[in-house]
């Protein structure tokens, strides 16, 4: 069973920087997709960013492209996002999501991943 945990949330001021952190278990990683994915009140949940773990290629938004970065420790089963120049916006509840199979471009709809962590909250101040 996949187990996605995820961690490094909190509250920042706008402009400053956070580093979300997901462990993932149960699963032969190098075959997954890893998504970090954000939802905020009344909002759908969107992809932020997401990778093709043994390929390397990765998605992103267009609202958090230049600003975040998603990479992965393959050695750790872990997966980062890390989120520069953060504004108010950015405040969301943070999801990892793992997923597997044979994708023609990066999945980033919510509908193709199969695995979720608990999520973290980010928090953006003024």
């Known amino acids: 069973q996949v187990q996605l945990v995820e961690s490094g949330g909190g509250l920042v001021q706008a402009g400053n920087s956070l580093r979300l952190s997901c462990a993932a278990s149960?699963?032969?990683?190098?075959?997954?997709?890893m998504g970090w994915f954000r939802q905020s009140q009344g909002k759908e949940r969107e992809c932020v960013a997401a990778?093709?773990?043994?390929?390397?290629?990765?998605y992103y938004a267009d609202s958090v492209k230049g600003r975040f970065t998603i990479s992965r420790d393959s050695a750790n089963n872990t997966v980062f996002l890390q989120m520069n120049s953060l504004k108010l916006e950015d405040t969301a509840v943070y999801f990892c999501a793992a997923t597997i199979g044979t994708f023609w471009r990066v999945p980033r709809n919510p509908s193709e991943y199969s695995y979720w962590g608990q999520g973290t909250q980010v928090t953006v101040s003024s």
């Open positions: 149960g699963g032969t990683f190098s075959d997954y997709h």
């Open positions: 990778i093709m773990w043994s390929r390397g290629i990765t």
